[in-house]
């Protein structure tokens, strides 16, 4: 066997340059009714299984260093639910946040909460501000949590405040730019998504993240919400990585 041909070209020649890893994964947590639905069970059995598996997914982006990880857990529209499941709903908001805020001071997450928070019981809204201070100086991951958010309502916001600089005469209408638009937005000094993940197989963005998204890739999956686990994460890693993102450009 002496002139056996090389058939395989060095890996460096033959595999691309994986693109970076996502900086911001944001996740539509979606189906949790369904799932308890399909079991006999309660919507609420649903909610508390889905707030598991939003632990397991925190731990999913802490071992796979995504700097930014956001939630969509309650949206300005999920109070038209039936008041039962909106009281439960809360509940479990408030139970979560004092079961869990400790872990994850330890861990380095840096807790922000993007949505209408005076829309919550006052008890709810202090515990929220107390998450985000105990845990201000953290930097391994920025876990930012939608409640009662919607991408409209911020965004009116954000051009009201901006028709009051206007009408005070601190900005300009005719300078004013999408940077200093987005410094009005909840989610202002934050990366925008690069990856969207929706899970229970709808697909739609439900006024999330509705100017942010502009660019994002979008992962809908056909698993619900509570049996979401590390190895859907790292699925929705893979699939990001052979993405080609452009922005408008021409294609490299
Ligand atoms: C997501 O699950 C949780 C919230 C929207 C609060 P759903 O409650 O929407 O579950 P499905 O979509 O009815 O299955
Ligand atoms: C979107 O899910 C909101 C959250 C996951 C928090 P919904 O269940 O409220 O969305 P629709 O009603 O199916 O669009
Ligand atoms: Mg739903």
Redesign the pocket.
Known sequence: MSSTPAITAPKSDIVPAAPPPPAHVAI??????????ARGLP?LA??RA?ARAVRRTIEAALAHNVGWLTL????SE?WR?PRD?VSD?TALLRHYIKSEIAELAANGVRLRFIGEAGRFAPDIQASLAEAERMTAANTRLNLTIALSYGGRAEIIAAARLIAGAVASGEIDPATLDEAEFARRLFTAGMPDPDLIIRT?G?RRL?NFLLWQAAYAELIFLNV??PDFGAAHFAEALADYAGRERRFGARPA
């Open positions: 539509i947590m979606d189906g949790n009714g369904r799932w308890a639905q919507r649903g909610h889905g969509y857990a309650f949206s999920n639910r499941e709903l229970s709808e439900s619900l919400w």
